[in-house]
């Protein structure tokens, strides 16, 4: 199963010709069980051009299969700790949000499908993070 990251699911639903968006495509075409998480949901509905189109994108994300965390607070200390791993480590992780969808993917045992250098970054520090390669 596979965590679809915001980098990704705006590159498609764009039409972009990205590799992310083609391992994306890879995966519908395979059948391969996918969702989102609550951030992407909101980080793509805040990227909405206008009502029109963040009723559409709504609509349209509506539909898919979601995946929370799952033990509460527990869950964002260890986001946290994941962020304090990396700057001890001497990386800088940008957004608060791929803490949170890394420890998603963790909890909910997911590969993580992405097109963003903070998850490249992430994945030094916390090897088991399983990021989703094209078969």
């Known amino acids: 199963m596979i965590l679809v990251d915001t980098s990704v699911l705006i590159d498609y639903l764009k039409g972009a010709s990205t590799v992310a968006a083609g ?3 890879d995966a519908i075409d395979k059948k391969i069980p996918f969702g989102i998480s609550p ?3 909101q980080e793509i509905l805040q990227g909405a051009a206008n009502e029109q189109e963040f ?3 709504r609509e349209y994300l509506d539909t898919q299969v979601f995946y929370d965390l ?3 607070r527990a869950s964002f200390s260890e986001a946290a700790m994941i962020y304090f791993r990396c700057r001890r480590m001497g990386i800088t992780v940008r957004s ?3 803490l949170l969808i ?3 993917a963790l909890e909910n045992e997911l590969f993580l499908l992405h097109d963003d250098r903070d998850f490249t970054a992430i994945k030094k520090v916390v090897p088991g993070l399983k990021v989703y390669q094209s078969s």
């Open 39 to 41: 951030y992407t949901y």
């Open 102 to 104: 890394v420890q998603t």
């Open 55 to 57: 009723t559409l994108l």
């Open 96 to 98: 608060t949000i791929d």
């Open 70 to 72: 799952m033990h509460g």
């Open 23 to 25: 391992k994306f495509q």
